[in-house]
């Protein structure tokens, strides 16, 4: 396949159909009127390529055998207007109104619009070089003494832009097998050719390009050695790459690359990402003469260490040039299996130089340097150089080199590409991180429904599907059919709801797995996996580093025949993990889309509020990473400048991260729907600057799409007064729908409002735009009521045209309705029966040739029940997606048609089961709903006695602590705004289990998401909880779920005869986010609470160890904690209690490394065994531990020094080290002779004594 590739790469880059051997010719590709000598100068040092419109100049150099390249670019041309009518601006001959309203509009663009000279002299009325608003007072006072302008021979010099570099002279070369070629080169021969009648499609930005340039083969020789130069010359940009042919098939190891790109001195800035082998860096600026980049790391106290390793500076850059240039952009493409992609390192003087190998930062460089190696047989092939030159923004999207280096695709292999189709994706993994929308199918079915109704055409079944059943991801006895035929039922509903799922996979990371993708067999299994569960494509993840192109498992080669096998079944390729595009869609045009990118996954979660962040990456990532390709950034659609982002993003599979059923419930839903994920035309807004603002226009099928997005992460940043001209629009009127950011709330979300109204070519846009926010506009001659989705029985699709004089005609089978037999013409609102895709087009009067293209769906008969908790009340309004008419029950029994009627809101004041049953109005289906209503936000209850007034006998916690009288986050009980001083406290899924006390009636408590959890901006208002009372097994109490801001008190009566209760504290079914439950006043109610533990009781004549046998002791930690029979420390009194058993006698002490901690006790006499149970005491670690989120890691053991009345050690006992939960039995004989033993209270094999509370329970002596 290397060969092969490698022969059409050449035979494009060439203009021919085949290609023989190196290096490449073009003899038969010349145009008539081409001469080669007009785009190849040869010079006394090398020689110079010229593009097409000489506007780009390559220069190659050998001078002493040094080989070397300089890239220039011709500036604009420069207008200049020496004379013209002052206060004329719309060049009517008049002064009136309208110059008026156009010196307006000058000036609320501002100074940094790049106002043309006319603007400015002919507005200049007051002379005082600039347009201002005494101008515009000025143009007034003319109108109104019906003055004149001044008249005059107006005459444009239009002189020529100057030649410069972009890319100062800057060296060649690689590295291979030691030698430096480009080092003592001379340049032998050329070839030149002219690249023309190629076009190549694109989905993205636009829907095809054209590909013509110049083109140069340099023949170069070093010693005995020839190798090749190719260099393409475009109007907007140079590319080259370097070809070094095989000796004899041996291996040949490249070392380094020493191509340098120097660019302009005085550049202002670079934009650029660094140190993120993954391709995922964030965009930052880059002082371009900084030779100090390099790598840092954190070390183990958190410290960051600057290392000796220059930074790896991810590509593409792009370079802000000095005095209003434009802009220089460099990037990689035409990826090669014989060579590793290139990073940067910067060099200083703005220079930067190609390098061939990722370091790691806590590596040594000189280790690093010398790991920089990749070995490979047959002929080396470079990717392409790539170096393009804008004039502004606008250029610098709409530059598409990339594409052009890369070959045509294999027409046997991808002839029909039919199944290669653009679409929107639903996809969960940001709701709940995979759990349960990944792992559970029924919730992925789910979303899918939630998709359909949104008209979305795709579902990302992310990681976790291959866990279904408990199925563990690494166990060797995995059973496919348990995935496979849950996939199956996922792609067959994915048929019938025309919503198609895309299947995760891994590359690297999951070793043990049978469903890696790392090699050519378990690649083929995959598709073959696909194929049979009818899945729309693959999302194919962690792919590793780019500088090994040729390991099957994470390269070049295997990207390639991995997209070539799906096109050979008709599926679609998403690429994770990835290494940045290099324009391989050309050639594999079913990659739909790929990461490599910093996207909202690197920020938080779907639905998070760090706005400031999503605008930074939104407002840098278009004008650097977006210039190598699409990108899969897997937007949120809450805000205005979130929906926006669906405009500015290029990815024909727009991968969006919100819940489906969030988007259903937007207000600008319909707006949503109507955005394409691929466009005819785009154009970036002269308004637009790198990390303030980004403004794109794009167009599809007639109708324009603006997206603008404003960042500004100041304290207190102001609005910004964002103004353009609609002059991209064509003649006439459309029909705007606009939604625009107003600002955050009290919550801290953002705001939106929507404006509605018609504008012209000639109108202009003027509103101001809060910080991090934006605004989304659709321009249309064609306007529908519902851009599709769920077929509405109530709401009809209608049309309405800008002139009401136009023609519309629709089809709702897919054909074209411009030229299709089925075509209907538009009279009246359309009844959709069946799923369908509706098609319509203006075919005559204004905007002729406007489409509108949606699928709309059926789905089936859904109830559902808006519940609105009140103070100990709540009230149930039903819905349901079609007329019905509605039957409940509220006694547990099923509702038929002789239930109640459903006429109103249902209000209810105690936890109630509500079944309900609806009927269609039009075809007499059924469908039933039932749900547990639950009362919330009523006062909290005092208890007579309090959970944590004895042990707990056992806890856990999903995530950090486990809270005793405190939270999961160590912080007050707070829940709804109330404060609680005692109850307890775990993340999901965590639990409590507690003896029941005698007298206890009921327990009672308040729970809710403890207010903790929203201190996590991000993620807190996400978090929710469900609560589950058990006694000895039994369920006997569940809560319903709750929220941020809500709370739940409940009074569970105590079963007769119970003597354990487990408290459940759960997720609330939909994943672990911030769920930071606490329950607080959690007790009991009685009349006669005794909360005394029942204690083991040995069946043995013991004598316990009392308070007078003990001649002396210490506290292992502090002065307290050196007890007896039970710890009286801190002011709390607790009992012994060692791996949940309580006793009433014993030793308590604090443990410590030195054996600090310990007791010295006189041995009655005649006695001959000391004997006890011994542990970490669980209730003094509940009790006075700070962190009890660690308690699991404490443990203890204990030392008995015997000694005899002189003081003499007779002999020493060491226990067994038992951890938190544990316990050893104590049991040593007495030597003879022996009047005292000490006791040494240990932190077993621990080498801390951190939450080193112990105790030895029953201690005593025996005969």
């Known amino acids: 396949m290397q060969k092969k590739i490698l022969s059409l790469a050449l035979a494009c880059a060439m203009g021919v159909s085949a290609f023989g051997g190196l290096p490449a010719t073009a003899a038969d590709v010349l145009a008539d009127d081409f001469d080669p000598t007009d785009y190849l100068e040869e010079t006394t040092e090398g020689y110079t390529l010229s593009s097409l419109d000489k506007g780009m100049q390559f220069i190659l150099s050998a001078a002493d055998g040094s080989l070397s390249y300089q890239v220039n670019r011709k500036l604009p041309d420069q207008v200049e207007i020496t004379q013209v009518r002052v ?36 507005g200049d009325v007051t002379g005082n070089g600039s347009v201002d608003i005494a101008d515009i007072m000025g143009i007034c006072r003319m109108i109104a003494n019906n003055s004149k302008p001044v008249y005059g021979e107006m005459e444009t010099v239009i002189a020529p832009g100057e030649i410069s570099a972009i890319i100062r002279p800057s060296d060649l070369g690689v590295v291979i097998d030691g030698v430096s070629y480009g080092s003592d080169t001379s340049i032998t021969d050329t070839e030149v050719t002219h690249i023309t009648d190629r076009t190549i499609p694109l989905m993205g930005n636009q829907t095809e390009i054209v590909d013509e340039g110049v083109a140069a083969t340099f023949t170069l020789e070093q010693g005995r050695y020839t190798f090749y130069l190719d260099v393409r010359a475009y109007n907007d940009g140079i590319t080259f790459r370097y070809r070094f042919p095989g000796k004899d098939g041996t291996d040949r190891t490249v070392t380094d690359e020493l191509t ?184 992925a079915a789910d979303f899918m429904r939630a998709a359909s109704k949104l008209g979305f055409e795709y579902y990302v079944i992310d990681e976790g599907w291959y866990r279904q059943s408990n199925t563990a991801w690494h166990d060797p006895n995995l059973d496919e059919a348990t995935y496979t035929t849950a996939l199956k039922a996922l792609g067959d509903l994915g048929d019938e709801i025309n919503v198609k799922p895309f299947l995760w996979t891994a590359v690297t990371g999951h070793s043990d797995s049978s469903l890696e993708v790392n090699s050519l067999e378990t690649a083929q299994a995959f598709v073959d996996l696909m194929v049979e569960t009818g899945m729309a494509g693959a999302k194919i993840d962690f792919w590793g580093g780019e500088d090994k192109p040729n390991l099957p498992e994470r390269g070049l080669e295997l990207q390639q025949a991995f997209a070539e096998m799906c096109a050979e079944a008709g599926l679609m390729v998403n ?64 805000s205005a400048m979130q929906i926006a982002s669906l405009v500015l993003i290029d990815s024909p599979l727009n991968v969006i991260a919100t ?149 519309v005609k629709y089809t709702t089978d897919g054909s074209d309705p411009m030229t299709s037999e089925t075509a209907v013409t538009y009279s009246e609102p359309i009844v959709l029966e069946s799923s369908c895709r509706v098609r319509a087009a203006i075919v005559s009067g204004d905007g002729a040739g406007t489409e509108f293209s949606q699928q709309f769906n059926t789905t089936e008969l859904e109830i ?84 944590t007034d004895a042990a707990y006998v056992d806890a856990g916690t999903g995530w950090d602590s486990i ?162 029979d039970q710890w009286t420390a801190g002011g709390q009194t607790v009992a012994i209690n060692i791996a949940g058993k309580t006793y009433g006698h014993g030793l308590c002490n604090h443990s ?54 002189g003081g003499q050690e007779l002999s020493t006992e060491t226990t067994a080290s038992s951890a938190y939960g544990e316990s050893v039995d104590i049991s040593y004989d007495i030597p003879e002779g022996a009047a005292t033993v000490e006791i040494q209270f240990l932190p077993g094999d621990r080498d801390n004594a951190n939450f080193g509370y112990a105790s030895i329970g029953n201690l005593g002596f025996q005969q």
């Open 87 to 122: 206060g004329d601006l719309d060049k009517s001959d008049t002064v009136d109104i309208r110059d008026v309203m156009t010196a307006c509009r000058i000036l609320a663009r501002g100074s940094g619009a790049s106002l043309s000279p006319f603007e400015i002299t002919a």
């Open 260 to 443: 340098q790109f120097a660019l302009p001195a005085d550049t202002q800035t670079v934009w650029a990402g660094r140190d993120n082998r993954d391709s995922e860096p964030e965009i930052e600026s880059l002082d371009p003469n900084d030779n100090q980049l390099f790598m840092t790391y954190k070390d183990s106290n958190d410290k960051v260490i600057v290392s000796d390793n220059p930074s790896c500076i991810n590509i593409p850059i792009t370079a802000v040039l000095a005095d209003g240039e434009g802009y220089v952009s460099i990037m990689e493409g035409g990826a090669s299996t014989s060579f590793p992609q290139i990073n940067l390192e910067a060099k200083g003087n703005a220079t930067y130089q190609a390098k061939t190998a990722w370091y790691e930062a806590k590596k040594p460089y000189s280790e690093n340097k010398a790991n920089q190696r990749y070995t490979t047989d047959g002929d080396i092939v470079t990717g392409w150089r790539i170096v393009n030159g804008a004039d502004d923004l606008n250029d610098l999207v709409n530059n598409y080199n990339i594409y052009k280096v890369n070959p045509d695709p294999d027409p046997e292999i991808y002839g029909d590409t039919s199944y290669v189709q653009p679409g929107r994706a639903s996809w969960t993994w940001l709701t709940d991180y995979g759990n349960p929308s990944c792992t559970d199918p029924a919730y």
């Open 575 to 638: 690429f994770h993990g990835i290494n940045e595009p290099t324009g391989m869609s050309v050639t594999y045009p079913n990659e739909i889309t790929r990461e490599a990118i910093r996207g909202l996954e690197n920020i938080a979660s779907s639905g998070n509020r760090s706005y400031g962040t999503q605008a930074r990456f939104l407002t840098r990532q278009p004008f650097t990473r977006y210039l190598a390709g699409h990108a899969d950034w897997t937007p949120d659609c809450y």
């Open 659 to 807: 819940d489906p059923n969030d988007i259903l419930a937007n207000e600008a839903v319909e707006m949503i729907k109507s955005i394409p994920t691929v466009w005819d035309q785009t154009k970036v807004l002269p308004v637009s600057e790198i990390d303030k603002l980004a403004v794109y226009a794009k167009e599809s099928k007639g109708t324009w799409f603006v997206g603008g997005i404003y960042h500004n992460e100041a304290e207190n940043a102001p609005v910004e007064r964002v103004t353009f001209d609609y002059d991209f629009l064509d003649e006439g009127t459309y029909q705007m729908e606009m939604w625009i950011d107003t600002g955050l709330d009290e919550n801290g979300d953002m705001q939106k409002r929507q404006i509605v109204q018609t504008v012209t070519k000639d109108d202009t846009f003027q509103q101001s735009v809060p910080a991090n926010g934006g605004f989304v506009i659709r321009l249309t001659k064609l306007s529908a009521s519902q851009y599709g989705g769920e077929i509405r029985e109530d709401s009809p699709l209608t049309f309405t045209t800008s002139d009401p004089d136009a023609v």
């Open 864 to 947: 559902s029940a808006d519940i609105e908790y009140g103070k100990g009340e709540s009230t149930v309004t039903l819905s349901s997606n079609k007329a019905v008419d509605y039957y409940y029950t509220t006694d547990g029994s099923d509702p038929t048609t002789e239930s109640t009627v459903y006429t109103a809101p249902l209000t209810f004041t105690e936890d109630t089961e509500l079944k309900v049953l609806a009927v269609a109005r039009k075809d007499g289906k059924q469908a039933t709903y039932s749900v547990t209503v639950g009362i919330k936000n009523q006062d909290p209850i005092i208890p007579n006695a309090y959970l």
């Open 963 to 1124: 809270g005793v009288d405190k939270s999961c986050k160590d912080t007050q009980i707070s829940i709804n705004g109330m404060t609680f001083e005692r109850g307890i406290g775990a993340n999901a899924n965590g639990y409590f289990v507690y003896n029941v006390p005698k007298g206890a009636e009921y327990i009672v408590g308040t729970v809710g998401i403890d207010d903790v959890a929203l201190e996590n901006a991000n993620d807190g208002y996400k978090a929710s909880g469900n609560l589950v009372i058990s006694f000895d097994g039994e369920e006997a109490w569940s809560s319903v779920v709750f929220v941020p801001n809500e709370s739940i008190t409940f009074k569970v009566a105590v079963p007769e005869g119970a003597s354990e209760v487990r408290l459940d504290l759960l997720d609330g079914g939909n994943g672990i986010t911030c769920d930071n439950i606490s329950i607080g006043n959690a007790g009991w109610l009685g009349d006669n609470i005794d909360m005394t533990p029942p204690t083991e009781d040995p069946e043995d004549d013991r004598v316990y160890v009392t308070e007078g046998m003990v001649a002396d002791s210490h506290s292992g930690w502090e002065d307290e904690y050196d007890c007896i």
């Open 1152 to 1205: 410590a490394l030195d054996g600090s901690g310990y007791f010295k006790i006189n041995i009655p006499e005649g006695m001959s065994k000391i004997v006890g149970v011994g542990g970490v005491d669980m209730a003094a670690c509940q009790r006075f531990c700070d962190a009890t989120g660690y308690l699991t890691e404490a443990k203890a053991n204990f030392r008995f020094i015997f000694r005899d009345a």
